[in-house]
C-alpha cells in the first residue's frame, strides 16, 4: 500500500554514529583509548554512512577527549565509511589534519545566548574563526560540515526563529561547505516544525548535504525523525544506546538512539544497510564500558522479531 | 505553512487516559481507594475524554483493582468526560451496572496464542462471551468499546497480518458497537504500519469511534502517534507519567506518556484541549503514590518553554 505519508521504500537512510564524541565527552571517567578504538572498529563493520570519531577540541575543555589523535590513528578506517571529527578553532584543525581525517564538523550555535554560554563568543566571532577553518579545510581538501546547534530552541532564549536559523545558513552556504546539520540540541523541536524547517531548508539549498541530529529530551525524538524523513531527509545523527545527556535537565536523556532509529526505519520498509544484530551487540557492551543502563528501550525489549514464551496475564 | 503532512490544527485529538486501570493494574503494592479516587477527580478537570477508571475483573485475577466500585462511587464525574471500564465478562458486566458506567470497554486479542494465554481461552470463545455483554450493554443503554490487543504484532506469534485484524473488527461492527481500540499492547507496531492500519480501518468502518493505543516498549510510541494522527486518527489512549510495564520485557517502559502525548501534539498546534500543568503536576505526584522515578521525559525536563539559565558547555 503507497500513501502520501511514505517515502520511497527503496530510498537509503544515512545513519551517523555520534557516540564517541557526543556521548563519550558528556562521560565523568575517562575511556580508555584502546576502548573506544576497539567500539569505532566494531561500529565501523555495521553499515553507518559516517562516524563522528572524536573532538579536536582543547583537552582542557574536554579532557575525555583529550587522546583524540591516538583514537583518530588506532582505529581501521573502513572503506565507504566516512570518519568525521568536531573542531572548534584553527589549532583543533591542525591536529586533524595531522593525522588524517575525512570531514571537519564545525559547530556554532543559532542563538546568540547558547553560543555564548556554550563557545564563550557571539556568533559573528565564531562565524568569522570557523570560516579561517573552512579556508584551511578546503586548501587540504577536506569536506567541511555545519553543525548548528540549537537550531530550533534554545532552552535560554526559547524557539529559534526559522528566519534566523536561515540566516546562518545561508551565509554558511557561500563559503562552499558540503553540508549542514540542524541540531535540535535540548530535544525542544516538535513534528510540525521540523517539517517546516526541513522543507524549507531543502527548497532554498538542495545541493547541500543535510543531516538531522535529534535529542530525545521530551520524547519526541523518533517522532521528529519520522518528520524529517516524510519531509525528504535522509541522514541523520544518533548516538549507540542513547548515550549522552542533557545538561539543562539532569537524568534527562540525550541523542536519539541509534539501534531504536534503525530499528524503526527498517520495519518501515527503508534502507538503512545497517547490522541491527551489531548494533544490539554494541549498545550491550557500552553499558559495561559507561557503567550503566543506557535508556535504549530496544536494548531491553528486543526486536520486534524477538519471540517470548507465553508470560503471565498483561 | 500547510502541507500534505499536517492534519487540520483545527481538529481536535481526544485523549483518553488509562494510567487507573492499565498502569495500576501492574502496580506490585496495592495503592489505596482515597488516592485512585484523588487522582482520578484531579485528572477530571485536565481536559480527557475519557478516563478508563478500573476493571471489573474478579478480584482474585487483579487484586490491584479490588475496589473498582468503590472508586466508581467515590469519584466526582464531570460532565463531557466519559467514565469507562474494563469488562471481561458477564458478571462483571452486571457488577458495572450497578455502580453506573458510561461505557463498557472489552477486551480481546486478535492473535490467538495471546488470548489463550492472557484471557485463558481461544478467540471464538472470547466473542461468544463478549458478544452476551454487548447485548447486555445495549439492552441498559451503555456504550461499549472492544479493545483488540496484539492488533500489529504478537510477542508470542509475531507480526499480526491486517486481514486477521479486520476480521474481527468485521466481526465486532456488526454487533452494533460504538468504537474500537486498535492496541499495539507490547509495543511492535511501526509508522507504516501504523498508516496502513488506520487508513484501512477507518475507509472500511467510517462510522465507528477509533481510538489507538500505544505502548513505547521499542521506543517509537510517538512516532506511531504521530503517523496515526496524520491518517485520520483523532483519539488516543495513554497513560499518565508512562506508567505501566510490559510483562515480555522486564524494565521495559508500557504505554506512551499523557504528558508527552500532549506536549508533542499541543506543540504541533493540534487541540487537545488538556491542561498540560495539571498533567505535569499529577504526574509528579504519581511518581510518589507507586514509590519509583517514572519513564516520562517530559517530567525531568519540563516542557519547551521552560527557561533554564546558563549551563556549562554542552
Redesign the interface.
Known amino acids: 500500500?503507497t500513501?502520501?505519508?511514505?517515502p520511497s521504500p527503496h530510498k537509503r537512510i544515512y545513519i551517523q554514529e555520534v557516540v564517541t564524541r557526543d556521548g563519550f565527552q558528556?562521560e565523568s571517567a575517562f575511556i580508555p583509548t584502546e576502548e573506544k578504538i576497539a567500539l569505532i572498529d566494531r561500529l565501523s563493520n555495521a553499515g553507518y554512512a559516517k562516524i563522528e570519531v572524536s573532538s579536536f577540541t582543547s583537552p582542557k575543555?574536554?579532557p575525555m577527549l583529550a587522546d583524540a589523535e591516538a583514537v583518530m590513528q588506532g582505529i581501521n578506517r573502513v572503506p565507504g565509511v566516512e570518519y568525521t571529527v568536531l573542531i572548534p578553532n584553527l589549532k583543533g584543525a591542525e591536529r586533524a589534519i595531522a593525522v588524517g581525517v575525512d570531514e571537519f564538523n564545525l559547530v556554532m550555535s543559532v542563538s546568540e545566548?547558547h553560543n555564548?554560554?556554550?563557545l564563550k563568543m557571539g556568533r559573528e566571532d565564531s562565524f568569522k574563526g570557523l570560516s579561517s577553518v573552512i579556508d584551511l579545510a578546503h586548501s587540504n581538501k577536506i569536506a567541511v560540515n555545519i553543525s548548528l546547534s540549537t537550531s530550533f530552541?534554545c532552552?535560554?532564549s526559547?524557539?529559534t526563529p526559522l528566519k534566523e536559523l536561515m540566516h546562518w545558513i545561508d551565509r554558511f552556504s557561500e563559503k562552499g561547505i558540503r553540508g549542514i546539520t540542524v541540531c535540535d540540541?535540548?530535544?525542544?523541536a516538535?513534528?510540525?516544525?521540523v517539517?517546516?524547517v526541513c522543507?524549507?531548508v531543502q527548497a532554498k539549498h538542495p545541493n547541500l548535504q543535510w543531516t538531522l541530529h535529534f535529542h530525545?529530551?521530551?520524547?519526541?525524538?523518533?517522532?521528529n525523525?519520522?518528520?524529517a524523513v516524510?519531509?525528504g531527509i535522509d541522514r541523520f545523527d544518533s548516538s549507540l544506546g542513547g548515550l549522552g545527556g542533557?545538561?539543562?535537565?539532569?537524568?534527562?536523556?540525550g541523542n536519539i538512539?541509534t539501534e531504536?532509529l534503525v530499528?524503526?526505519l527498517d520495519?518501515?520498509?527503508l534502507k538503512t544497510h545497517m547490522q541491527i544484530d551489531t548494533l544490539l551487540e554494541c549498545s550491550k557492551d557500552l553499558q559495561n564500558i559507561v557503567g550503566r543502563?543506557l535508556p535504549?528501550?530496544?536494548l531491553?525489549?528486543?526486536?520486534?522479531?524477538?519471540?517470548?514464551?507465553?508470560?503471565?496475564?498483561?
Open positions: 500500500m500513501s502520501h505519508l511514505s558528556a575543555a574536554i545566548t555564548q554560554a556554550n530552541g532552552p535560554m526559547g524557539i540540541t535540548t530535544g525542544m516538535n513534528p510540525a516544525q517539517q517546516e522543507e524549507t530525545n529530551t521530551r520524547g519526541m525524538g523518533l517522532a525523525a519520522l518528520a516524510h519531509s542533557c545538561p539543562y535537565a539532569p537524568g534527562a536523556t538512539c531504536e530499528h524503526m520495519l518501515m520498509g543502563t535504549s528501550q530496544l531491553m525489549a528486543g526486536k520486534v522479531d524477538r519471540v517470548y514464551k507465553a508470560p503471565c496475564q498483561i
